[in-house]
């Protein structure tokens, strides 16, 4: 199984979501992050005043996945997520050994 | 060591962390999550109208354990968190290659 | 690939993040946790009452790194959220395996 997580534009989620689940995946944990990254030096305009941005805020988006499934999600994320402009967000796959439901103690890939 | 990500209904966090302390584990990390998953086509009412519930209110608990301690947590997870209703949730194992501690610089097991 | 994840006092957030900026790191994500270790036995008073603080405020820092880095950054978060109290938080290290940018599609090392 993989994990693949992606660190996205908050007004992208929705339709990451719908990409994900026209595919066949439903299944994902998000959670609201701050975001530290080269794009953090960007200055803007409030009440006249020019600021740095120094953290912005990002969803992370969480997927474990079959084996052979990660690379249909990782592209779909990419055409979902993509704008072209800087701040796009990035995409980082680990490893997971295991699942298992927790009303049926059930274990593997399909729990996925 | 190996990390056990549970993602659980809000209203047994408490219930699960008293069951881990009781076989002796008391470190973890909680993070407030919206979870999306074969559970989201809920349809609920509020205040008269129909509506799909796209996003439920989860926690994920989080565990970093010794080797050898992985499977007891898992089982006192799947106990303390099981209603017998869908939506109880969902347990992912991985591996953790190191744990330090910050005030001593004290490395491995002993750290958790 | 590794992930370097810190659990950090909040209060610590701004120094180490510069610390990381000043060894020429600045990407990385920061999510709002509650901890529960072996200090949450820590006895408070509020308005005259004392109890027990189950849950602690904390700021989980993720930093996904290239293989060579690693000890650079772990000696810098040590080193900057060190106060030498009770309570400085813990480090975990585990494997990545790739990142993508996704505005470009690139992967690897590059991409960190
Ligand atoms: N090495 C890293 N480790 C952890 N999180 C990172 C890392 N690099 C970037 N991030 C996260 O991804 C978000 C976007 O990163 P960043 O602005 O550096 O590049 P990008 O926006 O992905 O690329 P670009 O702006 O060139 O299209 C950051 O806000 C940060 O939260
Ligand atoms: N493949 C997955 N990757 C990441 N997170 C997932 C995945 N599947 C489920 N989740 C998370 O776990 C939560 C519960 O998932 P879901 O409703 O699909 O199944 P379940 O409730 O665990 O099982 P059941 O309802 O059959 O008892 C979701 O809200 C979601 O946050
Ligand atoms: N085994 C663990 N798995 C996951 N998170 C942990 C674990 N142990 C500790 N943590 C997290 O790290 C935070 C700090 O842990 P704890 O108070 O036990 O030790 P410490 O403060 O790191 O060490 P000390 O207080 O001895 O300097 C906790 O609030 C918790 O969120
Ligand atoms: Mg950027
Ligand atoms: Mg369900
Ligand atoms: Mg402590």
């Given at each position: 199984?993989?994990?693949?997580?992606?660190?996205?534009?908050?007004?992208?989620?929705?339709?990451?979501?719908?990409?994900?689940?026209?595919?066949?995946?439903?299944?994902?944990?998000?959670?609201?992050?701050?975001?530290?990254?080269?794009?953090r030096g960007i200055v803007q305009q409030w009440r006249g005043e020019k600021y740095k941005v120094e953290?912005l805020?990002?969803?992370?988006?969480?997927?474990?996945?079959?084996?052979?499934?990660?690379?249909?999600?990782?592209?779909?994320?990419?055409?979902?997520?993509?704008?072209?402009?800087?701040?796009?967000?990035?995409?980082?796959?680990?490893?997971?050994?295991?699942?298992?439901?927790?009303?049926?103690?059930?274990?593997?890939?399909?729990?996925?």
């Open positions: 199984m993989k994990k693949i997580v992606a660190i996205i534009r908050p007004e992208k989620l929705k339709a990451i979501i719908k990409a994900l689940e026209d595919v066949g995946y439903s299944g994902l944990m998000i959670t609201e992050i701050e975001g530290h990254g080269k794009q953290f805020p990002k969803r992370k988006i969480e997927i474990i996945c079959k084996e052979d499934d990660t690379e249909k999600i990782v592209q779909t994320l990419i055409q979902s997520a993509r704008t072209g402009e800087i701040g796009d967000g990035k995409i980082f796959i680990s490893e997971v050994i295991d699942a298992i439901r927790i009303r049926t103690g059930e274990r593997g890939d399909s729990v996925l």
